[in-house]
């Protein structure tokens, strides 16, 4: 059972907005720690898609967000295509865990 | 380009001590700016934060997984490694090792390609 509660599936067709949910507690979100999302293609290790609650590494397309707000957090994906099949992850900072913490995961289809 | 690799035997009896090796190229494990952490993953599971060094040699782990886990840096090598004890079947993972720094919380910029360990008698 993960820290970060995330939806184990999204889906959505070419072209369309996606959104996927994070969700904490006051020890990690709620305490106004960070959120950082990854991707993780099949097969692949994860990559950084998404730090600091809204912020795109160089070279990620502006099509992929982030928010935050109280205890919760999102991704979001317009204009969706088929190579962003993956699957995603929400990470943060648990102060009782003293430790990072991720979201369970993800798996966006694209239909 | 920072690369990160890891390396260590793929099979692990049970009761016995995984260990792995993580090696930086591009970039030096003894800069000021980073810490170096490793994370699993179970066969189609999510991901787990292990625990994190330093190039000083402080460390942070997982709490549930402390009493097992020892990470240290050799910065004459530019690595760092991981030591698991008394392995079970439930360690059995995908382990990688990647580069972290903080900012309000830790941010995990770049990523080994990953090793699968079993733990199998």
């Known amino acids: 059972q993960s820290v970060l509660t995330q939806p184990p599936s999204v889906s959505g067709a070419p072209g369309q907005r996606v959104t996927i949910s994070c969700t904490g507690s006051?020890?990690?979100?709620?305490?106004?720690?960070?959120v950082h999302w990854y991707q993780q293609l099949p097969g692949t290790a994860p990559k950084l898609l998404i730090y600091g609650n809204n912020n795109r590494p160089s070279g990620v397309p502006d099509r992929f967000s982030g928010s935050k707000s109280a205890t919760s957090a999102s991704l979001a994906i317009t204009g969706l295509q088929a190579e962003d099949e993956a699957d995603y992850y929400c990470?943060?900072?648990?102060?009782?865990?003293?430790?990072?913490?991720f979201g369970g995961g993800t798996k966006l289809t694209v239909l | 380009q920072l690369q990160l690799q890891e390396s260590g035997p793929g099979l692990v009896k049970p009761s016995e001590t995984l260990s792995l090796t993580c090696t930086v190229s591009?970039?030096?494990?003894?800069?000021?700016?980073?810490?170096w952490g490793w994370i699993r993953q179970p066969p189609g599971k999510g991901l787990e934060w292990i625990g994190s060094?330093?190039?000083?040699?402080?460390?942070y782990y997982n709490p549930s997984l402390k009493n097992r886990v020892t990470i240290y840096v050799d910065t004459s090598k530019n690595q760092f490694s991981l030591k698991l004890s008394s392995v079970t079947a439930a360690d059995t993972a995908v382990y990688y090792c990647?580069?972290?720094?903080?900012?309000?919380?830790?941010?995990?910029?770049?990523w080994g390609q990953g090793t699968l360990v079993t733990v199998s008698s």
């Open positions: 006051s020890s990690n979100i709620g305490a106004g720690y960070d």
């Open positions: 990470q943060s900072y648990d102060s009782r865990l003293s430790g990072s913490v």
């Open positions: 990647a580069r972290q720094w903080y900012s309000s919380s830790w941010i995990i910029d770049y």
């Open positions: 060094t330093y190039y000083s040699g402080s460390t």
């Open positions: 591009g970039g030096s494990i003894s800069s000021s700016s980073y810490y």
